[in-house]
DNA sequence: CATGAATGAGCGTTCATTCAT
DNA sequence: CATGAATGAACGCTCATTCAT
């Protein structure tokens, strides 16, 4: 667009720095925090490495830093989705959707996003945990709303919140890691997963 | 002790190998493969350091038969605990709690198991993904025997294997994690998903 | 405070050359050549990082600039004081006593007049040395007119030269590396390194 | 010499250590520490780069024990000597002899030795100052001696020591700075400074 | 087979210098 | 003249891998 160059006037920094996120963000993503070299996210910005490090102070920084803004924007889509959505199901399935619509534009991102184990140190470890946590109470929030209006059973919603982000996850890692999916196949996986949640395993 | 001894007269080479994973198996769990040094786990197996590459061609391949050799030890353990078990909820929770067990002892190992993004390189990356397959498949197979028994409804056994192993790493996850939990917390947390998996949310 | 505005004016290069000189002395001595920033310096000078270069075409020419000049301004305080020394006992002690009061006020900088090795390049180097030779001579010829003036025997001068400068360096280094010291003993050290230079060891 | 292939037998990893000492010997004296690579040093010592690490933690910490190791070569040989020496004038002689004949042979470690101002850090400092006071209370415990042996008057010994080691230093940079001396100049040289320094400057 | 000393490719980070504004 | 964002060459250090013994 046009306005690009319009906004490296109006916001030169941000610019940058945002360009050096999204670089980030591809490149963490095709090479894991280890593999990724700090020079190849300056090139993908297009800018100099020492350009990372005026907007940064370290690899694990940056990594971090990514991680957050990315998080974040999932999370800003999911909430205003989620305010349209009046019963469990439809809960359920707006998660579901958006989480996999997101995955979709992010597979490069969603390796890390869903797996929670710790890339490069104590304090990343630390607060991909706190995100994770926070994602658990938010669920187990909406499934005591269900509850109090008789939706859903007076089941431990702790536990309720674990079974549906854990299917989440493996249905998510399913359509990322196996690209051959076709769109119906996955709408019709995603169909299934909310169906047992829902109704159960059993007779 | 002298029976040490015999064992190394008795089976040299193999018992050093077993060593060398063994030792692998602590040093990456602790440390994560990129953190991990190859002189350490060869000092943690006793052994010199160019005495692992008699054994493996890189670390990456140390990494793989670990995760691989600790993975069979695990299932066997599932296959002969599951051969007990009649009902769909008795191997459900057999299934739980062979898992958390298994997670307790080898708290170390969980994230690397839990966590299904690639530690290293494309190679190690595939052959994780397989294994992971392997158990949505087995697991939809227990299903399907399931069904067969009209145990369950005839659900979309691979959809549920999803929902079934997906709520296993969370709650796994969790018990990992934050250490503060009491086993009776644990055994209810478990009681709980495999009530919901079972029966559903809806009231 | 409105002169400095006005200082500003009458003579701006010149007053931002200097301000930056006085930096450079002020981090040089903190940090050493090699430990001291080029942005720390213009930040201490209050300018910008770029106008450094405006002024100065490298941190090394800086580095030489502020040397020479610090030197400079020893030298002249040396030379107006020497003036009013009239017997050759008195000239040692305005040397100590101007050398010491020097020491003391820019303690940062004794390290680099002190230590007489290159601490960039060949080119600082040479002109350090040559400016040490230039003191040697000056001393040398002070001797010289004690010697026609009979005050002293007729020694080799040069030799002295170098016998008066070295117990002044390592009677400075004392004041200027422990901190400790009272003026007094400072004053009586000053002492009775002269008497020894005057009178000799021998009894 | 043919032992050397001998030694390399007997003991390698010293032998290598010591090619390493050597190396950075020759590197830190010709370049000063910040210039010196570490690379130059490995290839100097005829070794990879990595090994230097074998042997030595840092830049830093080989730095430091080069200073200690030609230190103590120094002080050894000159403690041997003074041994031999008997009145003040032929310890003096001692000293400036074995100074000027070490500062000949290792003309590149004199700037180091002489020059007494952090190269490095905190620590390399503190441990060069210990060493330079060493030197000094030696020194002085040398004079203290020869005023109980009633050879010299009752002076102040500090302040005596640092005449003697503050012209010894400037001595010897003339030596190591101007290589155009002959040695018979240079013989003169310390025989006139030692004269001044016994019998002083006034008539 | 076993060893561990030796290696060097590789990478994160710094900072003097430049130049568009 | 003044600025400071941008740059990239340079370097210390790590560690998987090799190979002589």
Redesign the pocket.
């Known amino acids: 667009m046009g306005c690009l160059t319009m906004n490296d006037h109006v916001n030169?920094?941000e610019?940058?720095?945002l360009r050096i996120i999204n670089a980030a963000t591809a490149v963490f993503s095709r090479k894991g925090f280890?593999?990724?070299?700090?020079?190849?996210?300056?090139e993908e910005?297009?800018?100099?490495?020492?350009?990372?490090?005026?907007?940064?102070?370290?690899?694990?920084?940056?990594f971090l830093e990514m991680i957050l803004y990315t998080h974040d924007k999932y999370q800003d889509r999911l909430k205003q989705k989620l305010f349209e959505a009046n019963t469990i199901e439809e809960m359920l399935k707006t998660l579901f959707e958006v989480t996999m619509q997101f995955l979709n534009q992010h597979k490069e991102m969603a390796l890390i996003l869903l797996a929670d184990h710790p890339p490069a140190d104590e304090e990343t470890h630390r607060v991909l945990m706190e995100k994770e946590q926070q994602k658990v109470e938010e669920v187990s929030k909406m499934l005591d709303g269900a509850v109090d209006r008789k939706e859903i059973r007076p089941v431990n919603t702790d536990a309720a919140a674990r079974v549906i982000l854990g299917s989440l996850a493996l249905t998510g890692s399913q359509i990322v890691f196996f690209e051959n999916k076709s769109e119906l196949d996955c709408k019709q996986l995603t169909q299934d997963v909310i169906d047992i949640l829902l109704h159960g395993l059993e007779a």
């Open positions: 030169p920094p610019n940058k720095r280890h593999n990724a070299k700090v020079e190849e996210i300056a910005a297009d800018v100099g490495k020492g350009t990372v490090y005026e907007y940064f102070n370290s690899k694990k920084e940056l």
